[in-house]
């Protein structure tokens, strides 16, 4: 099975009006740094700050008859789409976790109106709580990436910017387990067939990255990142996003965590915007030097705004970060 512009343009129907037409915005500073024009899609507006919901809604429209609930073990914006996608349409959500998720988080979600389930002290326990409930209670899993409607409502963010801007040359877009590299490209692609979509990740636990260049769905050990959104694996059965990022993706770059510090100060003190760091890694990569020159006008993602507050304003500041047994050297803007 893949995802085809038709089941994009069928999730389009299901999330009009509630999910869809954030703004795209051309950004004065990343133009002149690009030499053209450089958008940005502004998801980070969504009602639960991600575009996580559009992928969300459109699966819990497509939910089998007669289904119960619907379960997933995202603590992430994931979670958070599937917790207000649920509760608009009414049927049941239940997010699982483990203890090591921070209570604001937990708070966030129930506030959405969806059960919590807190077990054990990993993901993987906290994984193998939703596959009882699939399989004892009959809730349905949605994956965060690897469900064709998940890709086809990520992929609708993909048709917009292109009716905005139909001159694009590329769109750099963040990559973690491929959801959205793979709808954006699929209906980009459909569109527009010679438009470059390039995926970009952190340096270190890059899963799509590694297992691009391995050839198969490969395990990469968790490491903290100021792109946490990013982080996390692409499941080793993975079945669609996989083969969608290969076939359809131009290229994969990493950017180091300096340069994504760098990235979101350039957010906040030229475009005044506030975003995660997994929104900024395109930004980082141009600023970098690590994309090829652009063309004509180009396009990145700014994919969610659930940054962790405190510690965007040491970075704002220019103080140090501190990522695990890792330090990022803080350094002020325009020093
Ligand atoms: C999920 C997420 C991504 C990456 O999406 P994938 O479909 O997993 O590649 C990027 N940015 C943010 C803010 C996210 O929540």
């Known amino acids: 099975m893949r995802v085809e512009l038709s089941d994009i343009n069928a999730a389009q129907r299901v999330i009009a009006g509630l999910a869809d037409a954030t703004p795209m915005i051309l950004s004065p500073y990343m133009s002149a740094a690009a030499g053209q024009p450089f958008y940005y899609k502004c998801e980070m507006m969504q009602p639960i700050g991600a575009f996580k919901l559009r992928g969300a809604m459109n699966a819990v429209a497509n939910l089998p008859k007669g289904t119960r609930g619907v379960t997933c073990c995202s603590t992430g914006n994931h979670g958070r789409g599937v917790a207000y996608a649920a509760a608009k349409a009414g049927v049941r959500a239940v997010i699982c976790m483990s203890e090591l998720v921070p209570d604001a988080k937990v708070e966030g979600i129930r506030a959405l109106g969806a059960e919590v389930r807190i077990i054990g002290r990993s993901q993987d326990e906290a994984q193998v709580e939703a596959l009882r409930l699939v399989a004892e209670e009959g809730l349905v899993e949605i994956s965060p990436f690897d469900d064709g409607y998940v890709i086809a409502g990520q992929g609708t963010i993909g048709i917009e910017m292109l009716e905005t801007v139909p001159e694009l040359e590329a769109i750099y877009v963040p990559l973690s387990?491929?959801?959205?590299?793979?709808?954006?490209?699929?209906?980009?692609?459909?569109?527009?067939?010679?438009?470059?979509?390039?995926?970009i990740s952190?340096?270190?636990?890059?899963?799509?990255y590694e297992s691009l260049r391995a050839g198969a769905p490969l395990e990469v050990?968790?490491?903290?990142?100021?792109?946490?959104?990013?982080?996390g694996g692409i499941g080793l059965e993975n079945q669609l996003s996989f083969a969608a990022c290969k076939e359809l993706l131009d290229d994969v770059l990493l950017v180091t965590e300096d340069e994504i510090y760098h990235a979101m100060q350039v957010l906040f003190y030229e475009d005044r915007l506030i975003a995660e760091g997994a929104c900024v890694v395109a930004i980082a990569a141009m600023l970098a030097g690590k994309l090829p020159k652009p063309r004509g006008p180009v396009a990145t993602i700014l994919t969610g705004r659930n940054a962790d507050m405190k510690q965007s304003a040491r970075i704002y500041a220019g103080q140090s970060v501190q990522l695990g047994e890792r330090e990022i050297k803080g350094r002020p803007y325009g020093t």
């Open 202 to 208: 952190m340096e270190r636990g890059a899963a799509m």
């Open 177 to 199: 387990g491929g959801g959205l590299a793979a709808g954006v490209a699929t209906a980009a692609k459909a569109l527009k067939p010679d438009i470059k979509i390039y995926g």
């Open 221 to 231: 050990e968790e490491v903290p990142s100021l792109a946490d959104s990013l982080g």
